[in-house]
């Protein structure tokens, strides 16, 4: 009975290279959040996505980043052109439909060299 | 945009010793949430909190939802020193999707023993 699986958990790229977050929600949910936490900060929503579609990125810079869940596979986070800003701890949590309790992944970290 | 205010920032209590943390807004939440994070780990949900006026107790923690709708408490009774982390209130972004929650900046608990 798996919880929300994030890999890696650990990620070091380059100023200029490509980050990818990968985020498997648990078994039959559907919905997922990304949110990204800075060191001594809460979590700052980036994006709410289902099966296939957005539905919330009111959170997402609007350059370099994107997002999506395909109907297979897991949830992507990808940072394009990483900058030494992108640095952070970047959590995904899933839930089944309406209900708050949703579960977060345990993260990656991010690290911008 | 909404924010919410968290304090203390930090605390240092005894073992055995009570815990009181709050957080304000200035805007309405349908929501209030609380979550603990251990270092290096995702948030794990304490205690949700639906309605206006609610109390709720899960074990030594007891949490309210602020009449107005713009505060909620966080009690721990008889502290222990698993208790030791960073405690985060959340709010469910009024108006906002389901899933656009607004996280304070936290209260990092330290317990001697």
């Known amino acids: 009975n798996a919880g929300v699986m994030q890999n890696p958990r650990h990620l070091v790229r380059r100023r200029g290279q490509e980050a990818r977050l990968r985020c498997s929600p648990m078994k039959g949910h559907s919905h997922v959040y990304w949110y990204r936490q800075l060191p001594e900060e809460g979590l700052k929503f980036m994006v709410y996505l289902q099966k296939e579609n957005i539905i919330d990125e009111s959170g997402m810079p609007k350059e370099r980043f994107s997002a999506e869940f395909p109907k297979e596979g897991p949830s992507i986070l990808r940072i394009q052109q990483v900058v030494r800003g992108d640095s952070a701890a970047y959590f995904c949590?899933?839930?089944?439909?309406?209900?708050?309790?949703?579960?977060f992944g345990s993260g990656t970290r991010l690290t911008v060299v | 945009g909404q924010q919410l205010n968290q304090s203390p920032q930090s605390m240092f209590i005894q073992e055995g010793e009570d815990v009181s943390m709050n957080c304000t807004s200035s805007s309405i939440f349908n929501t209030w949430l609380w979550y603990k994070q251990d270092p290096g780990e995702g948030p794990v949900l304490l205690i949700a909190l639906y309605k206006a006026g609610e109390l709720t107790s899960n074990g030594r923690l007891t949490a309210q939802f602020g009449i107005t709708r713009k505060d909620s408490f966080l009690n721990i009774s008889a502290s222990i020193p698993s208790d030791v982390g960073i405690y985060f209130c959340a709010g469910e972004n009024y108006g906002g999707s389901q899933g656009n929650l607004i996280f304070g900046k936290g209260t990092k608990l330290s317990v001697k023993p």
């Open positions: 949590a899933s839930s089944p439909g309406e209900d708050y309790g949703y579960t």
